[in-house]
């Protein structure tokens, strides 16, 4: 049972439009969101993360926006350049796990168009 | 700082053989990570060690073992490998603070005939 679903395998947006990521989750004891870019035969790299005491948070170009009551968050991208095509993964922490692994979504490709 | 180096980059194994992956960080984490990650699949937990000296469970551990060497260091062991054990792995690591940002490794892309 998936506890944080990404529903979108893959996204196409043109370039300077701005990029909607969406992320649901199921578990109502995570805390804590992350979202993480990947590039072909790389690591995962850390974007932006909120807090479940938050509905949302900012840096930059992009914004996560959270709201509890539908367990649903999103991942705001404006505007949005060519450097961010890549898969991005939505990942949720349980409360008080300080040292627990995430739970991961299946991710999200993005392709931004020129 | 080098950051979470994992080694080797890419593997191939029969079915039986076994294996350790290598994992680095030189960032002073408490905590340490392994995933791995399937196609379509987002990153599974495998094991995880909170602190020096501690290990635990994660989401799919059965065919591993792991070891927290010391604070750096943190190996993934396949004693028998198996193909559905084909995947790339990842190691990872973070400070025990609000937040669990987690840095990733590039991944050990490993086949198993």
């Known amino acids: 049972d998936q506890q944080v679903k990404q529903n979108s395998p893959s996204l196409s947006v043109q370039e300077g439009r701005i990029s909607i990521l969406n992320c649901d989750y199921t578990?109502?004891?995570?805390?804590?969101f992350l979202w993480y870019k990947k590039y072909p035969a790389e690591g995962p790299t850390f974007l932006i993360s909120i807090s479940s005491i938050k509905d949302k948070n900012e840096d930059g170009r992009f914004t996560v926006f959270l709201n509890k009551s539908a367990k649903h968050l999103s991942l705001h991208i404006v505007p949005s350049q060519p450097g961010d095509s890549a898969v991005y993964f939505c990942?949720?922490?349980?409360?008080?796990?300080?040292?627990?692994?995430?739970?991961f979504g299946k991710g999200t490709h993005l392709i931004i168009q020129p | 700082n080098a950051g979470v180096t994992q080694t080797p980059k890419f593997q191939v194994l029969k079915t039986g053989q076994s294996m350790t992956l290598q994992c680095a960080q030189d960032m002073n984490h408490n905590s340490m990570y392994w995933y791995r990650q399937d196609p379509g699949m987002g990153l599974r937990l495998i094991y995880y060690s909170a602190s020096e000296g501690t290990t635990d469970k994660g989401e799919v551990p059965n065919g591993y073992n792991v070891s927290r060497l010391n604070k750096r260091e943190f190996s993934l062991r396949l004693e028998s490998a198996a193909p559905s054990q084909t995947s790339v792995y990842f190691c990872?690591?973070?400070?025990?603070?609000?937040?669990?940002?987690?840095?990733f490794g590039p991944g050990t892309r490993l086949t198993v005939l």
């Open positions: 990942a949720a922490r349980y409360s008080g796990g300080g040292a627990d692994g995430l739970t």
């Open positions: 578990n109502s004891m995570f805390d804590y």
């Open positions: 990872a690591s973070s400070s025990t603070r609000e937040g669990n940002e987690q840095f």
